[in-house]
C-alpha cells in the first residue's frame, strides 16, 4: 500500500507546487515507484513535468466525475520516471459538480483504491486553499506535508492549517497525520530567515524536517523547462535539498 502524502499550505507562494513535484522526482530517483496527483485547477504541477495540460481531454477531473477511469487519465513515465494524474482549469468545475454527490468528500480516495498498492508514494498537490478538492486530498492521504516560506508571518498560516488538518482528523479521516514541516526559501544570509526556523520550532510540536530548500534561481526556472530540478539542474543546491528531503521522507516511520 502506497503511502499518501498531501502537500498542503492554505497559504499560496510558499513552494507547495515546487516542493510537490521535486520530491516526488527525487523519490523516484532512489527508486521508489510515484504517482503524482495535481488537484489544484492551475495544473501548475502538471506543467512543471512537462505536460501540456490544456490539451489534455482524460485528467482528474473526468476520473472523478466518472467519466473516465485512473487508467485512461494516469500519464505514465512523465519527467523523472514517475506517473503523473494532471490537472487542468476543467478542475475549477469541481466544486459545483460535488455538491449533490453523496460521500463527495471521499470520492478520489475511493477511486485510488484499487491502484494504491502499484505505488510506493502517491503525492498529492493541493490548492491553496480550504477546498472540498483539499479536503478530498486529505481524506485520500496517510500524512500531510506542510511547506512553508521562511517570512515573519509563516506561524500565523502554519497554526490555521494544524487546525484545518485537527478538523479533518476529527470529522472525516480520524487515520490523518502531519508528516512534519519543510523550509523553503530559505536564505542562510538573513537573520530572518534563521529566527523564523527557530520560533517555528519553539512553538509548534509536530515533526520539523532538518532539510531546509533555499531560495535558489535554478528552482525557479525549472518548471519552465517541464523538468524537476534533478533533471534540470542535478548538482545545483536546489536539487541536493530536495535529495536530502526525499531521503528523510523515505526513511520517516510514522
Same mark, same amino acid.
Given at each position: 500500500?502506497?503511502?499518501?502524502?498531501?502537500?498542503?499550505?492554505?497559504?499560496?507562494?510558499?513552494?507547495?507546487?515546487?516542493? @510537490?513535484?521535486?520530491?516526488?522526482?527525487? $523519490?523516484? #530517483?532512489?527508486?521508489?515507484?510515484?504517482? !503524482? =496527483?495535481?488537484?489544484?485547477?492551475? *495544473?501548475?504541477?502538471?506543467?512543471?513535468?512537462?505536460?501540456?495540460?490544456?490539451?489534455?481531454? @482524460?485528467?482528474?477531473?473526468?476520473?472523478? $466525475?466518472? #467519466?473516465?477511469?485512473?487508467?485512461?487519465? !494516469? =500519464?505514465?513515465?512523465?519527467?523523472? *520516471?514517475?506517473?503523473?494524474?494532471?490537472?487542468?482549469?476543467?478542475?475549477?468545475?469541481?466544486?459545483?459538480?460535488?455538491?449533490?454527490?453523496?460521500?463527495? #468528500?471521499?470520492?478520489?480516495?475511493?477511486?485510488?483504491?484499487?491502484?494504491?498498492?502499484?505505488?510506493?508514494?502517491?503525492?498529492?498537490?493541493?490548492?491553496?486553499?480550504?477546498?472540498?478538492?483539499?479536503?478530498?486530498?486529505?481524506?485520500?492521504?496517510?500524512?500531510?506535508?506542510?511547506?512553508?516560506?521562511?517570512?515573519?508571518?509563516?506561524?500565523?498560516?502554519?497554526?490555521?492549517?494544524?487546525?484545518?488538518?485537527?478538523?479533518?482528523?476529527?470529522?472525516?479521516?480520524?487515520?490523518?497525520?502531519?508528516?512534519?514541516?519543510?523550509?523553503?526559501?530559505?536564505?542562510?544570509?538573513?537573520?530572518?530567515?534563521?529566527?523564523?526556523?527557530?520560533?517555528?520550532?519553539?512553538?509548534?510540536?509536530?515533526?520539523?524536517?532538518?532539510?531546509?530548500?533555499?531560495?535558489?534561481?535554478?528552482?525557479?526556472?525549472?518548471?519552465?523547462?517541464?523538468?524537476?530540478?534533478?533533471?534540470?539542474?542535478?548538482?545545483?543546491?536546489?536539487?541536493?535539498?530536495?535529495?536530502?528531503?526525499?531521503?528523510?521522507?523515505?526513511?520517516?516511520?510514522?
Amino acid at each position: 500500500m502506497g503511502r499518501a502524502i498531501a502537500i498542503a499550505n492554505q497559504k499560496g507562494g510558499v513552494g507547495k507546487t515546487t516542493t @510537490a513535484i521535486n520530491l516526488s522526482a527525487c $523519490l523516484a #530517483e532512489m527508486g521508489k515507484r510515484v504517482l !503524482v =496527483i495535481d488537484t489544484d485547477p492551475q *495544473g501548475n504541477t502538471t506543467t512543471g513535468l512537462g505536460v501540456k495540460k490544456n490539451e489534455l481531454d @482524460a485528467t482528474i477531473y473526468e476520473m472523478l $466525475l466518472d #467519466e473516465k477511469n485512473f487508467g485512461e487519465c !494516469v =500519464i505514465h513515465n512523465v519527467a523523472g *520516471g514517475m506517473d503523473l494524474l494532471p490537472a487542468n482549469v476543467n478542475l475549477s468545475g469541481a466544486e459545483i459538480d460535488f455538491i449533490d454527490l453523496e460521500n463527495k #468528500e471521499y470520492i478520489l480516495r475511493d477511486k485510488l483504491k484499487d491502484v494504491r498498492k502499484d505505488y510506493d508514494f502517491i503525492i498529492i498537490d493541493c490548492p491553496p486553499s480550504l477546498s472540498m478538492l483539499t479536503i478530498n486530498a486529505m481524506t485520500t492521504a496517510d500524512t500531510v506535508l506542510v511547506p512553508i516560506q521562511c517570512e515573519y508571518y509563516a506561524l500565523d498560516g502554519l497554526s490555521q492549517l494544524i487546525n484545518t488538518v485537527n478538523l479533518i482528523r476529527t470529522r472525516l479521516h480520524e487515520g490523518l497525520e502531519m508528516d512534519g514541516i519543510v523550509f523553503t526559501m530559505y536564505d542562510s544570509r538573513t537573520n530572518l530567515a534563521y529566527e523564523v526556523v527557530e520560533n517555528v520550532k519553539s512553538n509548534i510540536r509536530e515533526h520539523v524536517y532538518k532539510t531546509l530548500i533555499p531560495r535558489n534561481i535554478r528552482l525557479a526556472e525549472a518548471p519552465s523547462y517541464g523538468q524537476p530540478i534533478n533533471l534540470y539542474e542535478p548538482k545545483s543546491a536546489g536539487a541536493e535539498a530536495y535529495r536530502l528531503l526525499a531521503k528523510e521522507v523515505a526513511e520517516r516511520k510514522i
